[in-house]
């Protein structure tokens, strides 16, 4: 009969495969919240490494390392993470008006709640000329660096997309350029074969309100005695 583990994610397989997923899974999810690391294939051979465990071992689930990631937020990071994760998103909200003319969708760490202090304010851009881009970031005198950037658009398919970075102010964002045909089709996730999550100016100021709402409640409350 299965049990599961504390960390919520992890399942006994009544072998040792399972515990070592779960102890690179915490390894990795330091080495991601501690050292800024965010290719999350990388952490993983990382944290293998430093314990020890055969690099042919199965690893685990991203899915696995995002819950391992939370999980080390809520015991070392409880105070600063949700403080430090509403100052990014108030920052991805000014993105998304900032580029408003290019359809911006938030995606990643800032959106999906996990987002520490090396997280970046990640959007997608949707241009049929990533020039638009660059030149729009050029007539407001926004230094940046240009790179690509390989996603996944279907399970056999992959595509290299122009990436811009520059920082507002001591926030670092990071946009990727896509064509609008690809509006409606997002990127596969890194992790999986679902698309990855995006969010619109609505659908961001909705998460703002509901991670603000507690903090309301607990306000009247502590007026009302």
Do not use: W
């Not at 390894?27 to 690391?37: M, N, P, T, V």
């Not at 998103?89 to 290019?102: K, N, V």
């Not at 304010?121 to 000329?129: P, S």
């Amino acid at each position: 009969m299965q049990r599961r583990h504390s960390g919520g994610a992890f399942r006994d397989d009544g072998g040792r495969d399972g515990e070592n997923r779960r102890r690179i899974a915490v390894e990795a999810a330091r080495l991601i919240s501690e050292h800024g690391i965010r290719d999350y294939h990388v952490a993983k051979r990382k944290a293998a490494e430093r314990l020890g465990i055969a690099a042919d071992t199965a690893l685990p689930k991203n899915s696995e390392i995002e819950e391992a990631l939370r999980e080390h937020q809520r015991l070392f990071d409880a105070k600063e993470q949700p403080r430090r994760l509403a100052l990014l998103r108030e920052s991805a909200r000014e993105a998304l008006l900032f580029f408003a003319r290019f359809e911006p969708r938030l995606v990643g760490a800032v959106l999906d709640g996990s987002a520490d202090r090396h997280s970046a304010v990640c959007l997608h851009l949707y241009a049929d000329e990533a020039e638009a881009v660059a030149q729009f970031l050029g007539e407001q005198r926004i230094p940046h660096e240009e790179h690509d950037r390989r996603l996944r658009l279907t399970r056999d398919s992959e595509q290299d997309f122009p990436v811009f970075q520059f920082s507002a102010g001591t926030i670092p964002v990071d946009v990727t350029v896509l064509p609008t045909a690809l509006l409606r089709q997002a990127p596969l996730d890194r992790g999986s074969d679902k698309p990855m999550a995006r969010a619109n100016l609505a659908a961001l100021d909705a998460l703002i309100a509901a991670a603000a709402a507690p903090d309301d409640r607990d306000q009247r409350l502590a007026s009302a005695t």
